[in-house]
């Protein structure tokens, strides 16, 4: 069985560990056999854009779409305004191909430290799911801006929640719950002080969880979510948050769990008519670049989530395992607290893909 | 001199810590001399919206603009839903006052333990002054629904930042920032997936940033910031932000620094042609309230914010020494590790402040 992987290494660190991760997915395939990736790499990256002025060609999204998975490095550089760089890649790719769905798993992984150590009495004492709403809420990029350059300027930004765009997160966040042990859904609002789109997203909450009686609900505000995860992260399972308020937490997630550089990021079209797209959730990090220190952990976490979704559950199992065995021997990098580079952390991966 | 202070105690535990403040309110104006309080307490509260179908009398808020300043308990019920409680009370008072700052100050107390422990090598390590955008923002309140009670429903938020508005808060946060040692301001913003609103206020930053050629000033994006602030606190010093990303920011701050329920809430009128407002940061929590076990520490630290904002300079000092004297004796509520309820603390703080 072949995959087919539209790889779109980026900008920055983006590019060492795309680098590392098709190392890893191709040792992965030839120790366990069965499949094959075949990769092919676009130069969709803010280096192309400044000597050629484009991102993505006219065509880019019809292009991807012949492929069964995207792999994604990292967005942004320096030298160009992020919405102009993150508006012509990263974002229009979620949104062209249906990918309404972003996945963020943290947990504690072995021989990593959350900075919360004073709660780390039990290894499940952290272990979410956030389902982050992907395909509009305070990311629909409408709005603009009138009187520009002038005292009177006056900017929107226009946040647009329907109720089918509600209704399909709210069901997939509830079926992510229900495979999960704990059955635990905890819904993110910010409904006291936004009393439009996010009353109906609560509402649709509700509606959507009669369906799933064996589901244990619970709804928090934005603010006070923060507060519980830093002290409580052992009350909750799956989180269901808008775009925003979601991305905020994922990465307050990642940092709790010891590391920006260790989660994963899993854009997905669930009705599989589109490819989904796999990416680390940091991002393209200037100040290290080409340094070949980045973490390569979080670009492995989502190639596993990659190999899950192309149906290849060993593999990914197979594949998480390696890295736990690699974080839990203490070969890390510096944001770990470990003294090893990019390369090293990626052959360690390997060694242990061969030994599975 | 006679400072006249209309009370709101408002709902749940902010009655308790309300009478909580103005006891030790008035234990620091006798024991001091100088100055005297003069309480005007409205019931403007859930249950009494309840039983008369109203929060502020239509000429509520100009009683208000009576009084040197307002003294804020907390709003919010289980029986009314969220959006028509603050709407009706603590959201018009912000902006009918013109309060377009808030101010929420961070750090370490005494006797306190940051959830950080393994950060917490210098009492320095986290000390942060947090400048909310109080006016306009995610919270303009624009915004509605089309299709309502239909599966074609659409609902939007509107966002609305002006040159104006965003000027003044950034002149604010910068003068914030000189008077303190560092001299640091750290701007946040999601200028990468919000690019009107967004991309104006990182605009107007760095405009206003050539007037204070003193100030060290960055530029974080408001994801990224919620892992420095976990993993980097030591790096921050004053921050300015959005109404929503620093409602979210200034829980997060008020966790990692040990527990909501010290943290304070300045609305301020700079121009001070209107009285400014003093809350705790906690809500009204209806799961303790009644039960007089509320931490009144987040109450004082306001309550001496207000005496400062009202020219009390000495006062404001002696009333943040005798609560640290009191938290660094161990005597503290639950939230905090201690096992003494609210009018045990607050008899403590009392007995401090006589001590002065
Ligand atoms: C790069 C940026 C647009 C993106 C987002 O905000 O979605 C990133 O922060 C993420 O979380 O994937
Ligand atoms: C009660 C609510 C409207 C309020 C806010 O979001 O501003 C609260 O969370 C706060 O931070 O003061």
Same mark, same amino acid.
């Given at each position: 069985k072949i995959h087919r992987i539209a790889s779109i290494p980026g900008d920055g660190i983006g590019v060492d560990i795309t680098e590392a991760a098709i190392q890893v997915l191709d040792t992965l395939s030839k120790t366990l056999g069965g499949f094959e990736f075949e990769f092919k790499t676009f130069d969709w990256s803010s280096r192309a854009y400044l000597e050629r002025?484009?991102?993505?060609?006219?065509?880019g999204l019809d292009r991807l779409k012949e492929y069964d998975a995207i792999y994604f490095g990292a967005v942004g550089s320096p030298d160009v305004p992020d919405h102009i760089s993150l508006w012509s890649l990263i974002l229009p790719i979620r949104k062209a191909l249906n990918q309404y769905v972003n996945i963020r798993p943290t947990r504690i992984l072995p021989g990593t430290i959350s900075p919360l150590t004073s709660c780390a009495?039990?290894?499940?004492?952290l272990d979410w799911v956030i389902v982050r709403e992907n395909s509009?809420? @305070?990311? #629909?990029?409408q709005g603009g801006i009138s009187h @520009?350059? #002038?005292?009177?300027a006056v900017a929107t930004e226009v946040s647009i929640f329907t109720q089918a765009g509600i209704e399909r997160i709210m069901r997939f966040a509830f079926e992510t719950a229900r495979a999960r042990p704990r059955k635990k859904l905890t819904m993110v609002t910010k409904s006291n002080a936004q009393r439009h789109g996010m009353v109906l997203w609560d509402k649709v909450f509700f509606d959507v969880a009669k369906e799933y009686p064996d589901v244990e609900i619970d709804k928090m505000l934005v603010d006070a979510m923060t507060v519980r995860m830093v002290?409580?992260?052992?009350?909750?399972?799956t989180i269901v948050a808008t775009n925003l308020h979601a991305d905020i937490l994922s990465d307050l997630a990642a940092a709790l769990s010891?590391?920006?550089?260790?989660a994963s990021s899993s854009n997905l079209d669930?009705?599989?008519?589109n490819p989904s797209m796999f990416e680390p959730i940091?991002?393209?990090?200037p100040d290290i670049a080409?340094?070949?220190?980045?973490?390569p952990v979080g670009a492995f976490w989502s190639a596993a989530e990659m190999v899950r979704w192309l149906g290849e559950g060993e593999a990914a199992d197979g594949l998480m395992k390696a890295v736990e065995n690699v974080t839990g021997a203490g070969i890390k990098t510096k944001d770990l607290g470990?003294?090893?580079?990019t390369r090293e952390v990626t052959d360690a991966v390997c060694a242990e893909i061969e030994r599975l």
């Open positions: 002025g484009w991102y993505m060609p006219p065509d009495t039990s290894p499940t004492f509009e809420g @305070e990311y #629909s990029g @520009e350059h #002038s005292p009177n002290l409580n992260p052992q009350s909750m399972d010891g590391s920006i550089g260790i669930p009705t599989r008519q940091h991002g393209s990090a080409g340094k070949g220190i980045a973490n470990g003294d090893r580079n």
